[in-house]
């Protein structure tokens, strides 16, 4: 069982920070690409930002500048730093993680998903 905790969502307002925390659990072998989704009321999940094993990083266009993602691969946890936040910033955040279980076996995992609530 593997199994992604988030932590750090709660109520904001604009032009303040929040930091997201994920950790990941459970019968791991190794995780690859850990990453932040959103998915605001009415709209299709997206990237917010990703990481990868080696500390590579990719940021959806919105956020670029703004938010800084990075993890700790010995606590096999990610974090997200989101800075001068905006309205349009409200959303349930998603940890996701690709990794291998104990048996080699390639999972996808997400989190259960924690709101940012941003007030203008």
């Known amino acids: 069982q593997v199994q992604l905790v988030e932590s750090g969502g709660g109520l904001v307002q604009a032009g303040g920070s929040l930091r997201l925390s994920c950790a990941a659990s459970?019968?791991?072998?190794?995780?690859?690409?850990m990453g932040w989704y959103r998915q605001a009321p009415g709209k299709q999940r997206e990237l917010v930002a990703v990481?990868?094993?080696?500390?590579?990083?990719n940021y959806g266009d919105s956020v670029k500048g703004r938010f800084t993602i990075s993890r700790d691969n010995a606590k096999s946890t990610v974090d997200l730093q989101m800075n001068s936040l905006k309205s349009e910033d409200t959303a349930v955040y998603y940890c996701?993680?690709?990794?291998?279980?104990?048996?080699?076996?390639?999972?996808?995992?997400w989190g259960q998903g924690t709101l940012v609530t941003v007030s203008s």
């Open positions: 990481i990868t094993s080696g500390g590579s990083t």
């Open positions: 459970g019968r791991i072998r190794r995780i690859n690409d």
């Open positions: 996701n993680a690709d990794l291998l279980n104990i048996l080699f076996a390639p999972l996808n995992v």
